[in-house]
């Protein structure tokens, strides 16, 4: 039975706040109030009130000298929860670090959140002077790429709204609806996805669900120079991620 999409109304201060937590927690030096709005396109007087909301809550700092904000180790008070339970992240990092070595390619694990976005939660990058970059927090669009058929393929969502949010998608070399359906079922059908030079030209990302009672939560991904993965062989690594994602669905499942 597909579960039904869950209908939220935006909350304007909320979503300006989580924003400028996002834009502070990603910029490499503290920025100034008009910096902040102009980045987010919101008026300087809401950004300033919203900014000195955040340093009272002691989720960001404020120097006088400057006049600049950042985040501060406050805001870890909030994920501390996350960071003591033994996640995701914490399981996958070994198998991450053997698939990295193996193929000498990025691994990372990804956590998705519905139908919007999939979250970068570990990462193991190979020690080769070629390599691509991802970083923790990165976030990406749900439906993308290899993830995004894992997604499609067993998260259980109403295929009118994963339709509809496919064709938001933004691809270097997009597959038209029809390709993108099959393909969505060969993924059902293998327990992997495979996605060559679609996404990002000359990049090969392969991707395996780790399941849970509650659908696809996780995904397991390879990512490399599809020159360098074509030798190996997508489906050799695709069935050996999917082997991994079903050990890993297995171990989370006594987890917690």
């Known amino acids: 039975m597909k579960r039904p999409e869950v209908v939220t109304r935006r909350v304007p201060a909320v979503s300006r706040a989580i924003a400028i937590l996002r834009l502070l927690g990603k910029s490499e030096t503290p920025l100034g109030v008009h910096a902040v709005a102009n980045a987010l ?21 404020f120097d006088p ?15 501390s929860g996350v960071l003591r339970r033994r996640s995701f992240s914490d399981v996958v990092q070994p198998a991450l670090d053997e ?7 990025t691994a990372i694990g990804v956590e998705t959140v519905g139908l919007k976005h999939m979250v970068v939660v570990a990462i193991s990058r190979s020690d080769q002077a070629l390599r691509l970059r991802a970083d923790i927090g990165s976030r990406f669009p749900a439906l993308i790429s290899a993830t995004g058929r894992c997604i499609a393929a067993f998260g259980g969502h109403q295929i009118e709204e994963v339709e509809r949010r496919f064709r938001l998608l933004r691809w270097d070399n997009p597959p038209d609806l029809e390709r993108w359906r099959e393909e969505v ?28 009672r509650g659908g696809v939560t996780n995904v397991l991904v390879i990512l490399g120079v599809s020159e360098q993965l074509r030798r190996i062989g997508a ?3 695709g069935e050996a991620l999917r082997r991994r994602a079903a050990e890993l669905s297995e171990r989370l499942e006594g987890v917690g």
């Not at 000298?65 to 994920?79: M, P, W």
């Open 65 to 79: 000298e400057t006049k600049r904000y950042g985040l501060t180790a406050g805001i870890l008070s909030i994920a």
């Open 185 to 212: 079922e060969a993924t059902r059908v293998a327990g992997y996805a495979v996605d060559e030079g679609q996404y990002i030209s000359g990049v090969t990302i392969v991707a395996a669900p780790v399941l849970s």
């Open 99 to 105: 698939i990295s070595r193996r193929w000498s390619a």
């Open 41 to 61: 396109e919101l008026v300087p007087s809401t950004c300033l009130h919203i900014l000195r909301v955040l340093v009272a809550e002691e989720l960001a700092s």
């Open 235 to 237: 489906a050799a690594i």
